[in-house]
């Protein structure tokens, strides 16, 4: 049985109920974001389809991953970073004062683009989330959760006989994948990824992309990445980011054949970047 | 082939400089080198010496006595009163005091020869005798062989510390003939060739007139002095012991270089505890009174036990105090504190407090504890409470480069799966720095386990007799004690000195063991 079926096989229950339209999940209207005095995001304003992937591309230091640390809020915890402009999630601005991030960022989760498992065993890896948050009743729901997301992950054949052993243990791209499960495990609606193979190898990679389609059928996925053959792989929709401003967005097909920007062409040909 | 010939081989002034820093790097290793084994042959020095002088301490001569437990004696109350006869110093010390004048009856003679064999053992050297006696009445009126320490002068003599001796085997002692009054004629031909010439050398740079070297012979268990010495016979006056027992015999001569003017022991003493030793009731036995005895102000029954539970009393206050506090301030300051001028000037001064000398917080510690919150004098709390603000600054130090040292990515992946910030903090960053700030904590304490300058100043090193049952009792520490047995006079406080040293290293090694077993244990990686 491959994974694909078995992801087929788990009830959908994780999955909100939702509009079959594609309407935006995440709505984001005029982001600027400082470091001190300095502006890294000028003005962006975007919207990110659900069950779909945006890629964002562009040059080292333009911007993409402190945008995507938006989405999460995780530029709260950076010293001196600051954020303006609404981000609109189920009509609600993440950026009030009265929204928790901690809230926030079990319904938005993060891969990162080192895989960072926590130094515990598998199982604990996935289930600190939904201890934390008060998912589960017992262990056996606790067990429940570990293996869908673990399912869902793609991971659940290669370790389900050595859940105790640490996470540390796994091969780089089973890291990043129990990183995706540990992100799902806290039933997220929106998945963010900061160049998540970027250290890995190109079959990891590409066990990763797979993954990352199966996923989107449940998920709001985004994706930061500096390849562009994996943003041409895997996203539905791509935005260009150049020195804090969003150059192009569009269709990914779009984008890649046909790109309406001078810029845009010249990154992706290969001409600078 | 001739260009890369020529590009292989390099200018004539490029390789001169090639060479120069080869010379350099050369050179650089040597210093190392050295520098480790100047280091090395330090330690070692140190080592030897400590440890030779403590090697000598770790052993002690007992003598043995047979005494009868007469009850008019021990127990003139009755044996049925333990507490009684555990006090009871004088009858016990009565029984010892006897059986020596018994073993020697020359000693009866004159007021300073009684006085010098009773030295021999000290009053209170027979109190663990009377407490076991106390514990177990039905030995009373019976026999029993008590053994007691050893006068430390004595000891350190038999140890061949204590006198500066030379022996040497005289020849065959034909005749033994009374000469006069006390003395006798020992003479044999040729008997004392080896004696004379013995003699000569130690004689050689002593202004004359000034006071003859003492030469001793001694026969089995009896010792006399010799005087007279010719190469056949000599004057001999009998010390302890019958003349009879050196006819026919081979005796040892030893020549005392010091003159009994100048030394702690005097001829008939060394003569009596040759005989102890001869008729076999000396025996050198490990002191474990080191570690079982409390402070004494006599060497021979001077053990460390009451600096040991007093400094592990004081390391259990430190550790209460410094640890959590000082764990508790790394954590804040290092992953919640807000960057900004405040925060900046507690970390400086919390850097500067780690550079202070320890007296210093004496002296505070004095101020504030004791004259201001009234706390006790010499008390371990007082103690602890001292070493613990000297301790933790240290602590803050070493917990927050550990904290410091976790990497960034671990915060990030707690927090992006919703974690609160404490959380992300006591889940995941304390349980990883956990082996760093242990062994932070552990050096801090290793240091004040160490320190003497701040206990000083709250009077820790007055004399405590007793070993502390609590916190609050009077108390000195090991460091504090090896301080105050350095300062005393005589000879044999310096090897205790050293063994107490080795003590408080042991104490040092066996904390420092246990960081590396914690580091070696938990270290994960991540």
Known sequence: M?????????????????????????????????????????????TFPDRAVTALIGPSGCGKSTFLRCLNRM????????????????????????????????????????PNPFPKSIYDNIAYGPRIHGLANGREDLDAI?????????????????????????????????CIARAIAVQPEVILMDEPCSALDPIATARIEELIDELRNRYCIVIVTHSMQQAARVSQRTAFFHLGHVVELGDTNQIFTNPREKRTEDYITGRFG | ????????????????????????????????????LAALGAL????????????????????????????????????????????????????????????????????????????????????PTAKMIANSPELVGGDIAMTAP?????????????????????????????????????TGAGAFDALMAGLAVANVGRAKGAAQVDVLLTAGVSTGRLTDITSGSARLELLTGKAADFSNSRPAARIIVSPEAERTISDRQIAWVLALKEMGRVERVPRWTLL????????????????????????????????????????????????????????????????????????????????????PRSAPLVG????????????????????????????????????????????????????????????????????????????MVAFVGDVPSGPTDESTVMPVLIFSWSNNAERAWEPLTSAMIVILLAFLLLMNGLVVFLRRKYERRW
């Open chain 2, 384 to 459: 602890g409470l001292v070493l613990a603000l000297m301790t933790f600054p240290v602590v803050i130090i070493a917990s927050r480069a550990a904290l410091k040292a976790v990497p960034p990515s671990v915060r990030s992946g707690a927090l992006a799966v919703g974690a609160s910030q404490m959380q992300t903090v006591f889940h995941h960053v304390v349980p990883l720095a956990a082996p760093g700030i242990l062994t932070g904590a552990i050096l801090g304490m290793a240091r004040a386990l160490g320190e003497t300058a701040p206990l000083l100043l709250i009077g």
């Open chain 1, 2 to 46: 491959d994974t694909g079926q078995g992801t087929a096989m788990i009830d959908d229950s994780l999955t909100l109920p939702r509009a079959a339209e594609a309407a935006p999940r995440i709505d984001c209207r005029n982001i600027k974001v400082y470091y001190g005095q300095a502006q890294a995001i000028h003005d962006v304003s975007m």
């Open chain 2, 44 to 127: 070692a020095v140190l080592v030897l010496t400590i440890g030779s002088q403590a090697l000598s301490a770790a052993t002690y001569h007992v003598v043995r006595y047979d005494v009868t437990l007469d009850p008019a004696v021990i127990a003139p109350e009755g044996a049925n009163r333990p507490a009684d006869i555990a006090r009871n110093v004088d009858g016990f010390y009565g029984l010892v005091r006897d059986n020596l004048l018994e073993t020697f009856p020359e000693a009866e003679s004159d007021r300073v020869s009684r006085r010098e064999l009773s030295d021999f053992v000290t009053r209170l050297a027979v109190l």
């Open chain 1, 146 to 178: 570990v293996e869908k997301s673990l399912r869902r992950a793609g991971l659940w054949e290669e370790v389900k006989d050595r859940l105790t052993a640490p996470g540390t243990s796994l091969s780089g791209g089973q890291q990043q994948r129990l």
């Open chain 2, 1 to 36: 082939m001739t260009d890369t010939a020529r590009t292989s081989t390099p200018s004539a002034a490029a390789a001169k400089h090639l060479k120069r820093r080869r010379a350099a790097d050369g050179r650089f290793r040597y210093y190392g080198l050295i520098a480790i």
């Open chain 2, 292 to 375: 079982t005895n409390s402070d004494s102000t006599y060497p021979e029954l001077a053990g460390g036990l009451a600096a040991i539970v007093g400094s592990l009393l004081t390391m259990l206050v430190t550790a209460m105090v410094a640890m959590p506090i000082g764990i508790l301030a790394a954590v804040y300051l290092e992953e919640f504190a807000p960057r900004n001028r405040v925060t900046e000037f507690f970390e400086v001064n919390i850097n500067n407090l780690a550079a202070v000398p320890s007296i210093v917080f004496g002296l505070l510690g004095a101020a504030l504890y004791i004259n201001f919150l009234g706390m």
């Open chain 2, 150 to 186: 050893l006068n430390d002068d004595l000891d350190l003599y038999l140890k061949g510390q204590g006198v500066r001796e030379r022996k040497i085997k005289a020849g065959q002692i034909t005749a033994v003939a009374a000469d006069g009054q006390a003395g006798y004629r020992v």
């Open chain 1, 75 to 114: 530029n709260d915890t950076i010293e001196n970073c600051r954020v303006e402009g609404e981000i609109l999630m189920d009509g609600e601005n993440i950026n009030d004062a009265d929204i928790d991030p901690v809230l926030l960022r079990s319904r938005v989760g993060m891969v990162f683009q080192k």
